[in-house]
């Protein structure tokens, strides 16, 4: 895990410092959003993790996204945001279900 975490940190390092050096370099179509996710669980431990996340960045609970089935809590830097996610049992259920029908329309092409 801290491999992971060192190697994502020294790639966002070498990526702003690619865009500082290259001014003529493209840049990503902002906002640009790192997102993270507890591990799948019950619903309450999930929202518990997203309620450790938002203390330690001494964020909110982001109500938009709670009709959607999603406990969310993130932080903005510029046009840069991190956000941790729980996407509930009912909003993956649901996404399941739509997502179950996705191969039987087939569109003629002729």
């Not at 999930?46 to 909110?60: H, I, N, Q, Y």
């Amino acid at each position: 895990m801290q491999y992971e975490r060192d190697a994502l940190i020294a790639g966002l390092i070498a990526l702003a410092g690619l865009l500082k050096a290259n001014p003529k370099l493209p840049i990503p179509v902002a906002p640009v959003v790192a997102h993270a996710f507890p591990d799948r669980g019950p619903d309450d431990e999930m929202r518990a993790e997203v309620d450790k996340v938002a203390d330690l960045l001494g964020t909110e609970i982001d109500p938009a996204h709670t009709p959607y089935g999603h406990y969310q809590t993130a932080i903005e830097f510029g046009p840069v945001r991190y956000e941790f996610t729980a996407i509930l049992a009912a909003a993956r259920a649901h996404h399941d279900a739509v997502n179950s029908y996705r191969d039987s329309v087939q569109i003629d092409n002729a």
